[in-house]
């Protein structure tokens, strides 16, 4: 996808160009927005395809259970809200009418994390992975970039299975390199032998930059993008936990039931190693400047730094 | 207008009103046998429903049973799932899957679970988490307008479950997209889990709630086919709005001791109480014979 050169674009801005890319190819896709179009990025789907989109009022109960008769009917669904509403709001209208059918309804949940910012708690969801891996046939994505977002899109509508898409506000960095994406295969995006990072979403770079430092202070950190959580890419974390010995988490969510927690549940049962879960832990947002947010939560590079460093000396 | 299609339909029709007593008559001698076997179960409300079911399967539905899910199919929503019973012993009647299975209710490894589950040929939703087949009624709605399938969605709640929110946004979508080819219908019971619904949760009048959402709204005795050929009448021949029927029944309907009778909303008869039962439908169908 050409992003026009800009270095900085939201995840839920990718989805929106997928969106309108698949209106193109595949005449089933249909999308339904809950009173947010412009902010979940459907509104340029909206003006090119207007018969193909449902506009459904602040009724998301509603929007998730017609995007599943959709589904019945042959339709290949997008439905767009906040994160809170998508995962929190219709949790079971997600689970009976979605998850238990197995159907191919496809849920956008934008405003993950406390990155959204200004608006606070209310708006920024931090449990849906949480919410959503727990249901039976979903699948999971958190995409680390527009890129990734945009390609997680257009693989969800080829999939016969539901998807939720965690979708972030902030215009965000793009990969320099992207290494491929394919929803379920974890991507390794930081070669390393002393420890392993395990990231998702906005936090990825910052992961990133992490093991810049790091390898400063001659501590040689793998960095892998679980940008799907469910289903998890066990051999790929089995194989890290293994060959570095210790694995440090970190996502812009909960931590209970989170990402981490998806981790810990492998390699628990598989290749325990000394382990450390950073992200949300037992607290809501607060409103903020995203920088400002990340710093107050210590989700910055410089705490990655910290934590991998002590976990280091736990092996 | 009620275009019918012209193509051959595997599910032959029922016209006279005595063939479709009889085969109510049939319909809850199986639900009730079914119930008994399984030993729990919704009886009450699987009474309730059986004339309005059997009209729309027997006489209005144009469905295959050799292609279940064929794309120009009328689709019925049973929202209220508990009252899978009666649907199974219809399915079943029509040949969507083997006679035998009925007796499996229940049972581990059935395809007939507790509630309806997707795959059981002829079961168009998941349900018995209240509240959420209008919306997919609505979505089945939108879908076959934009392919320009000429089909009929009938959804059938009860009047307990129209406490759940969810109906009401449902509500205001398909009135929003004036969704003609949508009909509804309220199994009026007037009971509840706990009690009388008027108890439980007041919901008002029911009728003036769904006029006032720009609905089409019919009244009928739920268990006169008569009546409920005038109401799917009236109700087709609308063409600018979803339609809603207020159906009134009696929960239980056909079995003396059962009728009218909360403690019988999720119980299954004993055995003693089954052939109880039978014999009352075997009056029943005595009646109607002479």
């Known amino acids: 996808m050409d992003w026009g050169g800009k270095d900085k674009v939201s995840t839920r801005d990718g989805f929106g160009k997928a969106l309108l890319e698949l209106g193109e190819t595949n005449k ?33 109960q509603d929007m998730i259970g017609a995007a599943a008769g ?23 209208q997600v689970r009976i009418s979605v998850a238990y059918m197995d159907l191919n309804v496809n849920i956008a949940g934008t405003h993950g994390g406390i990155s959204v910012g200004a608006d ?6 931090l449990e849906e992975v949480t919410l ?86 001659n501590i040689s950190a793998r960095v892998i993008n679980l940008h799907t959580p469910k289903p998890i890419d066990k051999e790929t974390l089995i194989k890290a936990a293994t060959e570095t010995g210790a694995v440090l988490t970190v996502e812009e969510h909960a931590v209970a039931g989170g ?53 280091i000396a736990r092996k | ?69 064929r794309k120009d199919r009328d689709k019925f929503i049973l929202s209220k799932g508990h009252a899978c019973p009666a649907l199974y012993a219809i399915l079943a009647d029509l040949d969507f899957f083997p006679r035998e299975e009925l007796w499996t209710l229940r049972k581990l490894g059935s395809r007939l679970q507790g509630h309806p589950q997707l795959g059981l040929p002829g079961v168009e939703i998941s349900s018995g988490s209240l509240g959420q087949g209008l919306s997919i009624s609505v979505g089945m709605a939108l879908a076959d307008r934009m392919d320009d399938l000429n089909t009929r969605i009938y959804c059938l709640m009860g009047d307990g479950e129209t406490n759940e929110g969810q109906v009401w946004e449902a509500a205001m979508t398909a009135a929003h997209y004036k969704l003609a080819s949508l009909c509804g219908i309220i199994d009026c019971n007037k009971l509840q889990i706990d ?78 109480e089954l052939n109880k039962a039978f014999a009352e439908l075997d009056k029943q169908r005595k009646a109607l014979d002479g």
């Open chain 1, 28 to 60: 089933d896709v249909v999308v339904l927005s809950a009173d947010l179009t412009e902010s979940v990025r459907a509104h340029w789907f909206k003006e090119k395809f207007p018969e193909r989109f449902i506009s459904h009022g602040v009724a998301e």
């Open chain 1, 132 to 217: 959503m891996r727990v249901l039976p046939n979903m699948t999971v994505v958190v995409p680390g970039d527009a890129e990734e977002a945009f390609l997680a899109t257009k693989q969800a509508a080829e999939m016969p299975h539901p998807v939720y898409l965690r979708l972030g506000r902030e215009a965000a960095p793009m990969f320099k390199n992207n290494p491929g994406f394919t929803i379920g295969k974890a991507s390794v995006m930081v070669p390393g032998d002393d420890l392993t990072i395990v990231v998702c979403g906005h936090m990825v770079l910052k992961a990133m930059a992490a093991a810049e430092e790091l390898a400063k202070k």
């Open chain 1, 70 to 92: 959709m589904a019945l009917s042959g339709k290949v669904p997008f439905a767009c809200t906040f994160g809170a509403f998508a995962s929190g709001r219709a949790w079971d």
């Open chain 2, 1 to 69: 207008m009620f275009k019918r299609f012209n193509e051959r339909w595997e599910v032959k029709k029922i016209t006279d009103i005595t063939e479709l007593k009889k085969k109510a008559i049939d319909l809850r001698r199986d639900t009730l046998k079914m119930l008994t076997k399984a030993g729990s179960g919704h009886t009450g409300g699987s009474l309730s429903v059986i004339e309005i079911m059997a009209l729309l399967y027997y006489q209005r539905m144009n469905i295959d049973n050799r292609d279940p899910r």
């Open chain 1, 120 to 125: 606070g708690a209310t708006h920024q969801s």
């Open chain 1, 259 to 311: 990402m981490g927690s998806a981790v810990a549940e492998v390699l628990v049962e598989n290749r325990p190693v000394p382990m450390k879960l950073m992200g949300m832990k037992g607290k809501f947002g607060v409103s903020g400047e995203p920088d400002k947010l990340y710093e107050f939560f210590h989700l910055t590079e410089r705490y990655i730094v910290e934590e991998a460093e002590k976990l």
């Open chain 2, 195 to 272: 009690g009388r619904c008027c108890e439980v949760m007041n919901p008002g009048a029911h009728a003036k709630k769904w006029e006032s959402f720009r609905w089409h709204v019919i009244e009928a005795d739920g268990h006169d086919f008569k009546e409920l050929q005038n109401a799917f009448d009236e109700a087709a021949a609308v063409l600018d709005r979803p339609q809603m029927i207020i159906a009134h029944t009696v929960k239980g309907k056909g079995i003396s001791f059962i009728e009218n009778q909360v403690a019988w909303h999720g119980i299954a008869p004993k055995k003693d």
